[in-house]
């Protein structure tokens, strides 16, 4: 981090980053396949397309775009069997927990920036119990803009009461990193999230990037103020 500046608040995106929803995001899938009587999908070969939402989850099973007619409809179906299956099988992924006992125990704030909607974060941040913890929670229709544009990047800092420059955004997605670095945030690549095959993560003009969780706590130690 440059000289003089300090971290104060860590940014998580959501889905692929903070907590692992690709199971609960694969059965609400097939379960919208299986009504349009067509073969149901591997969660491995839908697990990629997680972090495009519904547009990427769509475009892949349905092979529609949101230009298309039928998808408005088959996304309002997606998402009403998707609030009745929200967490069933999504968990903070492997090491997390530890990360965000260390945050707070650093005497550091963390919240979240997502594009998912607030009637889907908000209730999967509570049955997590998280979000009592967290400082912030920004879903993507908080405000008019979503990522990649930065004004929720400035939203969660201002929330979490940090300068956006004291922050880090950690995301799994190239949107994730373009709107962390147009805040002028620190940014990290989640490696272990829902990256597809074609993504190009080193292009993406990160800070740097981690391949498990734990690994934050060691780039949180050696940022400035925080040895």
């Given at each position: 981090?440059?000289?003089?500046?300090?971290?104060?608040?860590?940014?998580?995106?959501?889905?692929?980053?903070?907590?692992?929803?690709?199971?609960?995001?694969?059965?609400?899938?097939?379960?919208?396949?299986?009504?349009?009587?067509?073969?149901?999908?591997?969660?491995?070969?839908?697990?990629?397309?997680?972090?495009?939402?519904?547009?990427?989850?769509?475009?892949?099973?349905?092979?529609?775009?949101?230009?298309?007619?039928?998808?408005?409809?088959?996304?309002?179906?997606?998402?009403?069997?998707?609030?009745?299956?929200?967490?069933?099988?999504?968990?903070l992924f492997g090491g997390m927990d530890k990360v965000l006992d260390f945050?707070?125990?650093?005497?550091?704030?963390?919240?979240?920036?997502?594009?998912?909607?607030?009637?889907?974060?908000?209730?999967?941040?509570?049955?997590?119990?998280?979000?009592?913890?967290?400082?912030?929670?920004?879903?993507?229709?908080?405000?008019?803009?979503?990522?990649?544009?930065?004004?929720?990047?400035?939203?969660?800092?201002?929330?979490?009461?940090?300068?956006?420059?004291?922050?880090?955004?950690?995301?799994?997605?190239?949107?994730?990193?373009?709107?962390?670095?147009?805040?002028?945030?620190?940014?990290?690549?989640?490696?272990?999230?829902?990256?597809?095959?074609?993504?190009?993560?080193?292009?993406?003009?990160?800070?740097?990037?981690?391949?498990?969780?734990?690994?934050?706590?060691?780039?949180?130690?050696?940022?400035?103020g925080h040895v």
């Amino acid at each position: 981090m440059e000289t003089g500046s300090s971290l104060k608040t860590i940014l998580f995106d959501l889905d692929g980053t903070l907590v692992d929803t690709a199971p609960d995001l694969a059965e609400t899938l097939n379960r919208l396949l299986v009504k349009y009587q067509r073969p149901v999908l591997s969660p491995e070969s839908i697990r990629p397309y997680v972090s495009h939402g519904t547009i990427g989850m769509l475009g892949f099973a349905f092979d529609v775009t949101e230009e298309d007619t039928e998808f408005a409809g088959l996304r309002k179906e997606f998402l009403d069997i998707y609030e009745n299956h929200l967490c069933h099988q999504s968990q903070l992924f492997g090491g997390m927990d530890k990360v965000l006992d260390f945050i707070e125990a650093s005497e550091l704030s963390w919240g979240v920036v997502t594009n998912k909607p607030d009637f889907l974060t908000r209730p999967l941040m509570q049955e997590l119990s998280l979000d009592k913890r967290c400082a912030c929670i920004v879903s993507g229709d908080t405000l008019p803009q979503r990522k990649p544009d930065p004004a929720p990047m400035f939203h969660a800092a201002e929330l979490a009461g940090s300068p956006a420059d004291e922050c880090v955004y950690l995301g799994d997605a190239e949107r994730d990193i373009e709107a962390g670095n147009r805040a002028g945030m620190q940014t990290l690549v989640a490696l272990y999230g829902y990256l597809e095959k074609n993504d190009q993560p080193d292009l993406w003009q990160a800070s740097g990037s981690i391949s498990k969780p734990t690994e934050l706590i060691d780039w949180i130690k050696n940022s400035s103020g925080h040895v």
